[in-house]
């Protein structure tokens, strides 16, 4: 028991000893080195050199790291890195705000990981870091500002403006754009692709809806006719649509009621395109599902075997099909059964296999035989599949690249 004690105060004595700013260098990195608990409370010490913090910064204890990017003596390039990963604790260093003065322009010469992350997942993050990103010279950093939930009105305001058409897109399906400027961006000339994001903004009001279902690209038009909010009476005015393309969209959209559903299928019979459309809806009947697996087109028969409605019973000769479209669409397929994924993770062809390693319902024993797939492809996709053990994914990354770092 005295023995413990005698341990106990001895850590606390050199607890003390690490976080005291009159501790000389010396000694500070011997504690550093000596366990974590001390490495964690050097990494806070404001005395602590510059070398000692940058070989801290690159620990493998997160809490180390961490306590580095609190420091106001670490190097700003140290600072820069690990913003990235704690944005927050960036933010609440004292050099933040001495940087903004001796550096107006700093937020430009960020690094683009450090400056995503205080644009995205940091609620303290100045507005003028929002302000100056508009202007930066990287679209992917200005889409990405123009994406974020914490992007000020004023600044996507701005960003309405934007040269880049992917910018403009991301401002229209943010869901904090104000009405007023969705209205001008439903009237964006130069390009059919920004009026499209106002369809994918959860805020957008049915009447930028029925404006855009008038719009004279067939395109802008489709995307409304394939949207799960729009409302019947446009879903019916489109069903009518003078466009193939648009009319399969009404087709495929799963909130397409069951009558407009039959009216569209009565003009299947003479529209490949638009009875494809039909066999992909959910809400289409089986007995219309059941004839259509055997449909010549093997468009067709891929969007039977994608529905998710599609029976076992049917997606089981379709696993068979001669077409590796269809085959791989059943292995696409929300609802196949394992017992189908592992005969399709054996198919002779490259597809159909990255479909299974995609699958997130693939077992973890297919995964592991489709990492040493003959194709780079399915490797990699089993690779990016969230399901895949890190061990796994790691083991796939070093022999695709045996340079890569992980």
């Not at 394992?338 to 479909?355: E, G, Y």
Request: glycine share 2%; net charge negative.
């Amino acid at each position: 028991m005295p023995e413990m004690e005698n341990s106990f105060l001895d850590l606390s004595s050199l607890e003390r000893e690490a976080r005291c700013e009159t501790t000389s260098p010396e000694r500070l990195e011997q504690l550093a080195f000596r366990s974590i608990e001390l490495a964690r409370r050097v990494a806070q010490n404001p005395a602590a050199p510059v070398e000692l913090l940058q070989q801290l910064s690159q620990s493998e204890d997160s809490e180390t790291c961490k306590a580095v990017a609190t420091n106001p003596n670490a190097p700003t390039e140290v600072l820069f890195e690990l913003g990235a990963e704690f944005p927050r604790q960036f933010l609440e260093n004292p050099i933040f705000m001495l940087l903004t003065l001796e550096y107006p322009d700093f937020v430009l010469k960020m690094p683009h990981k450090t400056l995503l992350s205080l644009l995205f997942w940091c609620d303290e993050t100045p507005t003028f870091v929002f302000e100056q990103a508009a202007n930066h010279d990287s679209r992917q950093v200005r889409d990405a500002l123009a994406k974020s939930s914490l992007t000020p009105v004023a600044v996507l305001e701005k960003l309405s403006g934007d040269r880049a058409l992917g910018v403009r897109f991301a401002v229209a399906a943010n869901p904090n754009t104000p009405l007023s400027l969705l209205e001008e961006l439903a009237s964006d000339r130069a390009s059919f692709v920004v009026r499209c994001g106002i369809l994918k903004n959860p805020n957008a009001p049915l009447s930028l809806f029925k404006k855009l279902a008038g719009d004279g690209d067939f395109r802008v038009r489709y995307a409304v006719a394939r949207n799960p909010n729009t409302s019947l009476s446009l879903l019916e005015k489109l069903a009518s649509d003078r466009d193939d393309k648009v009319r399969c969209g009404v087709a495929a959209n799963p909130s397409t009621p069951p009558l407009l559903l039959a009216q569209l299928t009565s003009e299947s019979d003479r529209n490949g395109a638009l009875r494809a459309a039909v066999a992909s809806n959910p809400k289409t009947p089986l007995s219309l599902l059941e004839k259509w697996a055997d449909a010549v087109d093997d468009n067709v028969r891929r969007a039977v075997a994608r529905n998710c409605s599609t029976p076992s019973s049917l997606l089981e000769p379709l696993a068979r099909d001669d077409h590796e479209r269809v085959r791989a669409a059943v292995a696409e397929n929300s609802q196949v059964l394992p017992s189908l994924l592992d005969k399709l993770a054996r198919d002779r062809h490259w597809d159909v296999r990255r479909a299974v390693a995609r699958h997130p319902s693939t077992p973890l024993s297919l995964l592991e035989i489709l990492a040493r797939d003959v194709s780079s492809h399915v490797r990699r996709d089993v690779a990016d599949n969230p399901k895949t053990p890190t061990a796994i994914r790691k083991d796939i990354i070093s022999r695709e690249d045996p340079h890569a770092t992980h």
